[in-house]
């Protein structure tokens, strides 16, 4: 079982910067995919940024040019710098991993929240 744990957020007004991060633990396979989903009240959850393991990262056309996403492998952690933050950033942040070799995903950690204030 993965376990999933994440940190960082916080309060920031826009065009403020911040970090957060999630530990991964457990059996994640080789070759998987981590990345951050956020949820903003009343919407679904949508994707943030990805990055495979030793592949090219993808983001949300919202986020490009502000959000940077990297990893360490060795020690099975993922980070998003957050860059230039705006209201509609507002959200619930969720650490997301995937094993590519049985497409099994991670159960969601319970989230970091980030609000930026206008």
């Known amino acids: 079982q993965v376990q999933l744990v994440e940190s960082g957020g916080g309060l920031v007004q826009a065009g403020g910067s911040l970090r957060l991060s999630c530990a991964a633990s457990?059996?994640?396979?080789?070759?998987?995919?981590m990345g951050w989903y956020r949820q903003a009240p009343g919407k679904q959850r949508e994707l943030v940024a990805v990055i495979i393991s030793g592949g090219p990262a993808t983001y949300a056309d919202s986020v490009k040019g502000r959000f940077t996403i990297s990893r360490d492998n060795a020690k099975n952690t993922v980070s998003l710098q957050m860059n230039s933050l705006k209201p509609e950033d507002t959200g619930v942040y969720y650490c997301?991993?995937?094993?590519?070799?049985?497409?099994?995903?991670?159960?969601w950690g319970q989230g970091t929240q980030v609000t930026v204030s206008s």
């Open positions: 457990g059996s994640m396979g080789r070759i998987n995919v």
């Open positions: 997301y991993l995937k094993r590519l070799d049985t497409g099994w995903a991670a159960p």
